[in-house]
């Protein structure tokens, strides 16, 4: 069994005729945790996707515990999906479900155990997850972190191998945003689990991921541990990882010279 539970060559994806991702590498070792980072339409989800087997490459080589991703039919897909979770950007919890029943669907939907060890189950995840005593609150009663946290306990309710969160931080108050990070360190640690994570939240990632990917207009602009990003002088990752106004993403959307602008509309 290899070490790394993802590896990608080589991979392009084109919406139609639009690139999107262009040529990525990357590899992701059993029990880490990797972040995906970049500005806006970088192609960051759309990465996520495809590991998540929603889209298929349009070239190269992905694999996901040692399985080609190109080469499965549908069933094949479905049964690798039991082996991941994901946590969906804002938990996406069925809002007419309590808390126990949203994290008993997954075992309720792909498994035949009674009910008794469903229970047991749900309420182990649960308590991992700090909510053991929320079990019979709806997702209306919970705030934004409680119902991220549900929606952590959902995506382990099968003991995935692979967990995959999308903008896991997004709309969190400081104290859940903590809270939410140490869970994904605590919980990839204690199952032995490989999480990836895309996220714009630079301080909270560096603190708990193990390698961090940028991805830039397709392409991995830059990589490496957190220490090696916060000492880079790469202007790319220097401007993201410090939120500085000025460098190769620029602030002002392309325009004529304002000065000359400005004497059009003078005449």
Do not use: W
Request: charged share 20%; with cysteine.
């Amino acid at each position: 069994m290899s070490d790394n539970l993802i590896e990608i060559h080589d991979l392009s994806f084109a919406y139609g005729k639009r690139l999107v991702l262009k040529g990525i590498d990357l590899t992701a070792r059993r029990g880490q945790v990797i972040a995906i980072m970049g500005i806006s339409g970088g192609g960051k989800t759309t990465l996520l996707r495809l590991i998540g087997g929603s889209l298929k490459a349009t070239s190269g080589v992905l694999k996901v515990d040692g399985v080609d991703m190109s080469g499965l039919d549908r069933d094949a897909l479905y049964q690798l999906r039991r082996r991941m979770g994901m946590l969906f950007q804002f938990g996406a919890l069925f809002t007419d479900m309590s808390v126990f029943d949203n994290v008993a669907f997954p075992l309720r939907e792909h498994t035949d155990l009674p009910e008794e060890m469903i229970r047991d189950l749900v309420l182990m995840k649960l308590n991992a997850v700090g909510l053991r005593g929320a079990h019979d609150l709806l997702p209306s009663e919970l705030s934004g972190g409680m119902a991220r946290r549900v929606a952590l306990a959902r995506a382990i309710a099968l003991e995935p191998s692979l967990i995959l969160y999308d903008e896991p931080f997004a709309g969190l108050d400081p104290i859940s945003l903590g809270v939410t990070g140490n869970l994904i360190r605590r919980l990839t640690d204690t199952l032995g689990v490989t999480s990836i994570v895309v996220t714009h939240d630079i301080q909270e990632s560096l603190r708990m991921v193990d390698y961090v990917y940028f991805v830039s207009e397709g392409v991995i602009a830059a990589q490496g541990t957190p220490d090696e990003l916060r000492a880079s002088t790469e202007p790319f990752v220097h401007q993201f990882v410090h939120g500085e106004e000025n460098g190769p993403v620029p602030f002002h959307y392309p325009a004529p010279p304002y000065a000359d602008e400005l004497e059009l509309a003078a005449c």
